[in-house]
């Protein structure tokens, strides 16, 4: 049955090769590396003049790509590029693992641009490396090119966007962790989320290490530092962190400028190993990434000062520079540093040391033991989210959730407590949430389930506006929605979540209004592609479905229909109740309504309510348990827009709300069955 | 003129007073309170085991109020509370300045309570204070009362909503940049935003202190050291930060448990004076809050070891007690370790030293100087904001400009470069940026211009409803939306904005069209209250109305019609153009297109688009640069979804968008002239 359902392939299965290859790394983690083959003879070559030379020649024929690509394109960021050469040099031709022909490998290095403004010095190292021609590096910010003004997953060696600044660590950190704890060559340990040893997770990580490049401006977000304390709290000590401390920000300096004496601080509160070194001298870059090699039970960040516009004539080190292409004369200089003219292409690449499991995750056809309700029964829809979750977690090891520290609310520590290995709380730091889950899911390693209530999701807003550009498959359940929530008041209350998540492109946006419905949807969410939102509540409503009902994506249902119907309700969640409880009360009056449970907001049955509508006669009234904008009212106006004969009429929540019971809330604020009654009547 | 325009009324005129006032406060800062009278006298009370044991009387009185108003509510969070009690009483009774009767006093001491949850310990300060009843205080959390379940400025004594964890600190780092920079005694210092010297910016302050207690867990959330980074660069050290480490967080145990050593290194990284206490010892408390009065230069966190639900018998210290009430038995044990049983309200509370200016911008009259442009000139909205602010910079020294780096983008340097003491750089930091401009706005002391790339403001999404909760007077001015901007891809273009902006409830938003209509908007956002949003565009567009037009909020432009328009089309900002662009295409074949410019998306003009969607024969379609759900599209159907004989059809950006030069973009993603009149054709 597992095995049927299961998606996942190991390549390692047998135990006697993963411990073996666990002890190997446990014991001497570097002659792993140090013994395979030609590896070893580079190795002992690095610190070699001639290998510095080279690489600084790396860098300068970088530097004079990305000015000549930000000229051909008169827009972009050469002078945040130059001062990055060295670093990106000495990694790509000294420090990472990967395969320049295969980029998407399982177990290459994975690398972030966190500052992604200075793609033109990232799209240079691919040139160098050979996987880019010039021809296509020229290409920059064209509209029909892929080498984007910032970098987007077009390209095969990009694994997240990036370019709202601050939001890289926290892919990087979840791709680290996946590294460390769910690609483990093959098998899978239990892992404490409350109390983590270095014992319990050194050695049986896959080899691949995480590489993130920062700008110094964008540590001013709060972002990198809720990756930084996830990154230490799970001891990630295969993520490096690198921070190009060029000190000039857009429009003027940064807070601490050229201190790099503060970002160091900073890094070590945060947990981390942090190592000072001037960024643009590659020596001391080599000795920094083989200290953060070296460094166990901690991740390191390599504080690279550096200068921006970085061997630029007059422009070094100069502030107004942000964003200009500069003169293409200045490349003269640059090349006169060149030592060896013709070693474009000569570097050798550290191949990817394969031992992460191979898997496959990019076709879904995951099922889940069928819901098991009465029907009647009060089921709270967290709760049936909880349930399924868990039940994923059962059919694929590969299904993953998160939290922020809300599991006992959102249910998702009912997977926690059946499969331990496969979630990870993830504290009070939603925009991190979400980053780590982007991350986890880069390469179809996981299918990351996050939950918090709806309303703190509010605080990823960016991060998940970045993950539509990512076109990131993670899955983002938010409880709590509404004045229904009751008691807590307003700022627990999510009433413009459907508003957020209906606008990221590509996305899906379940309401689900029973415990079956719900499953249904956790299910459905696992299957399909993108960004996907289940809606839950906090109170519990009776199941209406049986337990074998069918639901799709985009198929609404008509839960109460009569030959005699005058109006249409639409309503889901708690205001679907409210709705049956006002057609109890219409039909006592003579008046008759049908009720149609949407099931996904996005995309919207169309169909089905335009059909609807027409049958009663084009009076369609929508309540919901959410502000006026962006949710099921507008999303019906303009589903049933271009029909002439359909009016539309919407009941929402309208001012910020309060403290109070749930019924008196949603009497209060207007989407109560008693105010549904009275709006069907006033609806002429 | 300006005195007439001006609603700014300084109490403290003579330049004289202030000087001396400066001067005392400048040598010997804490003189000036010992030497005020009674406060001498209780100053040296203060570490007196008599003052002590009433502090802790305070405390456990506070407590057990807590605890009945939860178990009469029968929710809330009391372990919550417990662990606070000694801080707020010292707080309260020993350490702030304030007026019980007057809480609003410009002069008080401000208090923000970050952790919102434990509110029912703030409202037993205030009883404890004799603000309110022990009848009001059991009121907690019913529909009738104003004492939520989290705080809000229902209450008079609440500045800023909370509940939303981590928001907090910058609101209270607001407050106390105005304290220290703009609330100096009646009279403007400028301050040189980017090399703070501590000469420059001692001893002219307020003497109001402003302090925020915060939880463990949400120092996890990243927009707290956002707001500790802002702190330290601007040497808030009339800031006071307390953490309550109570350990415990709702699910588990936090990230870092009670290690409070890494809590003060992470403060000390981050520019802080940093004090380890234990939190419910009151000598200990009273030192630290000595010290930080002591502390020049730099704020203070005080890192208060402390245990969830101190003091209730066998609950104390134990996990799974977050956020329940606890048994009412349980007062009992407390209520014997209160000393002077009928010492209910006798502790007596320092009074406000009267230095803040009085300022009254409750209600707006600012006007701007008109604007003066030349009609077909083209100029990008963007800059005419800037332009705006500017003005409005000279019509009143309470509007302040704040920024996240882009403010040569946004075109706010043009305010820093007129008024530098009305500007507030706040770094790559949205959540900070939009916390610390609600924190500015409190008691009405400043009108705070918010600016940076409308995408990246999607960051502060959960600062903004939180911001509508707290009844905020902010406004936002977002640039570079849409795929117009071109060249730097998708990562910078706001396609969203429109969506949340209006589910933001209360909130107005304009999207001006020309130089001319962005002038007005900005000075009608300083006119209106509640949260405003500005969307401004990246690209030159030619000024289309005369320099006296006048615009209303609500009100939209007709800008072309003629008698035989068969088709109403809707745009603004980019699109609009492309609508007179179509329209004259269209014109060219004798379709007759009217065209109109909402001006504001929030609240729509209605009834305008319904006049000329009749009057056209019903048919509507809509241009905007963003995608479809929440923008001006989906505003349009609602409008009209209840006129049968209206239909709208809308063109919007479906997709994630990529690099390319603007108009190609917009033809891409089908909102061109071309792509308009291609869909008047098909909307038959």
């Known amino acids: 049955m597992l095995q049927k359902q299961l998606i996942v392939v190991f390549v390692c299965r047998t135990l006697f090769v993963n411990r073996s290859l666990g002890l190997l790394l446990l014991f001497r983690p570097q002659s792993f590396r140090l013994c395979a083959g030609k590896q070893a003879v580079r190795w002992l070559r690095m610190a070699s003049a001639e290998h510095i030379q080279a690489l600084n020649d790396a860098a300068n024929r970088m530097r004079i790509s990305a000015i000549e690509m930000t000229c051909a394109s008169n827009s972009g960021h050469p002078t945040s590029s130059c001062s990055a050469a060295e670093i990106m040099a ?16 399982a177990s290459a290095d994975r690398f972030v641009l966190s500052k992604g403004h200075a793609c033109p010095i990232l799209y240079a190292a691919w ?7 010039h ?32 939001q890289g660590l926290s892919c990087a950190a979840g791709m680290a962790y996946v590294g460390k704890y769910i690609d483990k060559s093959g098998y899978i340990r239990v892992v404490e989320t409350t109390a983590l040893s270095t014992e319990s997770t050194a050695g049986f ?94 991740p390191t960040a390599i504080i690279a000062k550096t200068l921006k516009g970085k061997g630029i004539e007059n ?3 100069k502030d107004n520079w942000h964003g200009k292409p500069v003169p293409i004369e200045t490349i003269r200089a640059i090349e006169a540093c060149i030592k060896d003219k013709a070693g474009k292409g000569k570097l050798p690449i550290k191949k990817p040391i394969n031992d992460a499991p191979a898997v496959d995750l990019r ?14 029964e009060k089921v709270a829809t967290r709760a049936a989210y909880g349930t399924a979750l868990a039940k994923l977690g059962d059919a694929c090891p590969r299904i993953i959730g998160l939290d922020g520290d809300t599991k006992n609310s959102t249910y998702s520590e009912k997977l926690l407590k059946k499969h331990p290995e496969q979630f990870i709380e993830c504290f009070i730091a939603e925009q991190n949430l979400v980053g780590v889950a982007i991350g986890a899911a880069c390469r179809a390693r996981t299918i990351p389930f996050t939950s918090t209530f709806a309303a703190f999701f509010m605080r990823a807003t960016d991060h998940l506006r970045m993950g539509a550009v990512s076109f990131a498959n993670i899955k983002c359940a938010g409880s709590h929605v509404g004045v ?3 008691e807590d008041g307003p700022s627990q209350m999510a009433l413009e979540d459907l508003a957020v998540f209906r606008a990221i492109p590509s996305s899906t946006v379940f309401y689900p209004s029973d415990g079956v419905a719900t499953e249904r949807a956790t299910e459905l969410a696992a299957n399909i592609p993108g960004i996907v939102f289940i809606r839950t509540g906090r109170p519990a409503n009776p199941i209406i479905y049986d337990n074998n009902e069918h639901f799709e994506v985009g198929k609404g249902k008509v839960v109460r229909e009569s030959a005699s119907d005058k109006i249409l309700l639409i309503g889901a969640g708690v205001t679907l109740f409210e709705c049956l409880k006002a057609a109890d009360t219409l039909a006592g009056e003579g008046v008759h309504a049908c009720v149609i449970d949407p099931f996904t907001i996005k995309p919207l049955d169309k169909e089905l309510i335009i059909k609807h509508a027409k049958r009663v006669g084009g009076r369609v009234l929508t309540v919901e348990d959410h502000y006026p904008a962006g949710g099921i009212g507008e999303a019906v106006c303009r589903s049933v827009a271009d029909e002439p004969g359909v009016r539309v009429r919407s009941l929402c929540v309208t001012g910020v709300p309060r403290s109070g019971p749930p019924d008196g809330l949603l009497d209060m604020f207007g989407i109560s069955a008693k105010k549904i009654v009275a709006a069907v009547h006033e609806f002429h």
């Open 205 to 298: 990580q896959a080899s691949y290490r995480v590489y993130c490049l920062l700008g110094d401006g964008e540590s001013a977000e709060g972002s990198v530092w809720e990756a930084a304390g996830f990154s230490s709290y799970y001891k990630l000590d295969n993520l490096v962190a690198i921070v190009d401390v060029n000190r000039l920000g857009q429009s003027q300096q940064t807070m601490l400028g050229h201190d790099t004496a503060a970002y160091a601080k900073r890094f070590e509160a945060f947990g981390f190993n942090a190592v000072v070194v001037d960024g643009n001298d590659v020596s001391q870059l080599l000795g920094a990434f083989r200290n953060a090699r070296e460094t166990k039970g901690k």
């Open 127 to 133: 040139e160098e490396a050979g996987h880019l021609t």
């Open 315 to 317: 422009i070094e080190d």
């Open 135 to 166: 021809e296509q590096v020229l290409s920059l910010r064209k509209i029909t090119s892929d080498l984007e003004g910032h970098p987007t997953p077009r390209l095969d060696f990009i694994d997240v966007a990036t370019g709202s600044l601050g």
């Open 484 to 486: 229904s929530i009751g």
């Open 363 to 376: 076709v879904g056809s995951i099922k889940i033991e069928p819901p098991s309700y009465k029907k009647g």
């Open 90 to 105: 000495t990694l790509f031709f000294d420090e990472m693992h990967y395969d320049k022909d295969d980029p998407k490998n």
